[in-house]
């Protein structure tokens, strides 16, 4: 960051993370807003889940916000 870089700008959906269609649509929201990155919650097992697909359908990178439960971690990163 600084000098001559960009600054890229972040937010958060405020959807359920396995609803997968609602959290798509923020997402595109949130792009056309001129959000870079994207953060989504994975508080539950249904939301680890989604999060490929979501990932894979995302204009912009996502990023799992993991809620205490280190086997959701595993999940994102498949």
Known sequence: MGSDHPISVQSMTTTKTHDINATLQQIAEL????????????????????LPIIAKKSQIPVIADIHFQPKYVYAAIE
């Open 31 to 50: 792009t056309a807003s001129g959000c870079d990155i994207v953060r989504v919650a994975c508080p539950t097992d249904k939301d680890a889940q989604a």
